[in-house]
């Protein structure tokens, strides 16, 4: 298993302190997911690596997706059997880099009549998908009759339902992923920081960019930081840096944006994932998860504020319309909603097509300053992304530099908090975990969560917990997880740590009033924060929930 280092706002500052003497080999800006697969792929293939990001780690898209590591089979439609097999391919390798993470989940495609999916053409495409993803085993798609669907799916319509096609897909936490692709490029010298914004490009005297301005928002000082090369995966920002550095030509970013929803799983007790028609032509998700059922997603143009993203009512509407179509015993309203989020997609922009029409695929711009940048591409497609931009790099590296590099090792580095063989032993793992739980009055939902969220490091977070005094256990449990994501995942501040670290706005939102009250002096005394902070955090949580939930 990977180490889990010290990462804490103290490393914060030693990198920053470090990066003011050093020249760098790449700075990376954007600390998604992307941005974190480079750090990754260029740390451990050798190259002295600092990632930027002016929020929090996967503050933006990378908090927002609707948590797949999907193959794609709505690109089958498109005839895109390149991103189908390169995206279905990456599946597996990422669900073997991190089991407790990237999880199996069976997804089922009601077939309807007049619905987009007929039965022969499901079939087909369900053996081509399989053949150009490599699905192997008892993952295989099976294809059910009427009767099997709805014993596999009771809420299904009976009116109108001729059959289902059933397949494998991966569940992850999209967040959880970031930081831990993150953590796991510092144990081969990656270094990363959050809240650090990059506000300007230093260039040499061949006008190609040798540098970048930052600004630190945890001390207010701006600093420069000398690098050989400067990648941009910075998502829905990357054409606002393109316009710093003036080289903002040629193809643009379109932005579509994203709206998910969450309701109790026993409003809406679907048994597995599905892959549904709604009236409009598109397909939404489904996916029970825990104590929830979330289901999205929308993809309308946007062009608002990309700092602030959030579900309006037009979107609440729609999705719920969508899902009391396919499934109207379920009754959705809008006062069933108990979460929400909503993010951005960075497209790229093609005249005529509207927002589902536009391309998945990634692009990479390189400007005539020496800036690189990413764009577009899928969160299953991360590792392939970052190795095609850190291969362009060492092409660089080595006619400029004379530096020669490996090649991508990523597919075989194990995430923090990896330890398993195989899915099976996540199981026994969690099982085990359950019953020390249990014998402190907590419960096999608690177990489900550490393990799914920390895998192995599970156990340092047990082993705080038996440090802590005693206590009510669930507030205990949570110091202890605090305590953990304080040391090693640079939590900043409360945000961070209810929102990215243990996705319970999304997730578990009620647990938060109860949970902020219990750690209230915890994080007064780790971050050193005055009461008129801690009033301010809690405004903030308190308005993060009502955007969030009030519809």
């Not at 180490?3 to 050093?22: D, N, P, Q, W, Y």
């Not at 089958?76 to 991190?98: N, P, S, W, Y």
């Not at 991508?408 to 793992?429: E, R």
Request: aromatic fraction near 8%; hydrophobic fraction near 35%; charged fraction near 25%.
């Amino acid at each position: 298993m990977q180490k889990t280092k010290k990462f804490s706002i103290k490393t914060r500052s030693k990198v920053l302190e470090r990066a003011k003497e050093e020249t760098f080999d790449l700075i990376i800006i954007g600390g998604g997911v992307t941005g974190a697969g480079i750090l990754l792929d260029a740390a451990s293939r050798g190259l002295k690596t600092l990632l930027l990001e002016k929020g929090d780690f996967a503050s933006g898209t990378s908090s927002k997706s609707t948590k797949l590591i999907h193959g794609g089979l709505r690109y089958l439609k498109q005839m895109d059997f390149g991103l189908v097999h390169e995206v279905g391919t990456e599946r597996a390798i990422v669900h073997d880099l991190a089991p407790h993470l990237v999880v199996p989940e069976k997804m089922l495609l009601p077939l309807t009549e007049n619905g987009a999916y007929s039965k022969w053409l499901t079939s087909i495409g369900l053996m081509v998908y399989d053949l150009l993803a490599k699905v192997t085993g008892d993952d295989k798609r099976k294809m059910l009759n009427t009767k099997e669907a709805l014993k596999k799916e009771p809420l299904l319509p009976v009116k109108g339902l001729t059959g289902a096609g059933y397949y494998a897909e991966y569940r992850t936490d999209d967040a959880r992923l970031t930081m831990e692709i993150i953590k796991t490029a510092r144990n081969y010298g990656g270094m990363a920081t959050n809240y650090t914004e990059v506000v300007g490009f230093v260039y040499g005297t061949d006008n190609k960019v040798s540098g970048v301005t930052v600004k630190d928002f945890v001390s207010g000082q701006n600093i420069t930081i000398q690098t050989n090369y400067v990648v941009s995966a910075a998502g829905p920002w990357v054409d606002d840096l393109r316009q710093t550095d003036k080289s903002k030509k040629g193809k643009r970013l379109h932005l579509t944006k994203g709206v998910h929803l969450v309701v109790p799983h026993k409003k809406f007790p679907v048994q597995q994932s599905v892959y549904f028609d709604v009236p409009d032509g598109r397909m939404m998700f489904a996916i029970p998860r825990g104590k929830i059922t979330y289901f999205g997603t929308t993809d309308t143009n946007y062009d608002g504020d990309k700092e602030n993203v959030l579900a309006n009512k037009e979107d609440v509407d729609y999705l719920l319309n969508g899902v009391n179509t396919m499934f109207p015993t379920v009754n959705l309203k809008p006062k069933h909603v108990i979460s929400s989020w909503a993010g951005l997609r960075p497209l790229i922009h093609e005249d005529g097509k509207s927002a589902s029409e536009l391309s998945r695929k990634d692009e990479v711009f390189e400007s005539k300053t020496g800036l690189i940048s990413i764009a577009g591409g899928k969160l299953t497609g991360y590792r392939k992304m970052s190795e095609r931009i850190v291969d362009l790099v060492a092409k660089k590296a080595k006619k400029t530099h004379k530096k020669e590099l490996n090649n991508c090792i990523t597919d075989a580095i194990p995430l923090c908090g990896n330890d398993f063989k195989k899915y099976k032993q996540v199981k026994k793992y969690t099982l085990k975990l359950t019953q020390k739980l249990k014998a402190e009055n907590l419960t096999a939902y608690d177990a489900w969560y550490l393990v799914s969220n920390y895998g192995k490091q599970a156990n340092q977070i047990w082993n705080i917990y038996n440090e802590l005094e005693p206590g009510e256990s669930k507030l205990r449990l949570g110091r202890a997880e605090l305590q953990f994501t304080l040391q090693h995942e640079m939590v900043t501040n409360p945000i961070d740590f209810f929102v990215r670290r243990t996705g319970r706005l999304y997730f578990d939102i009620e647990s938060i009033p109860y949970l902020w009250n219990g750690l209230k002096v915890d994080f007064k005394n780790a971050l050193n924060a005055s009461d008129e902070e801690l009033d301010s955090y809690e405004k903030e949580l308190n308005n993060l929930i009502k955007e969030h939930s009030k519809f």
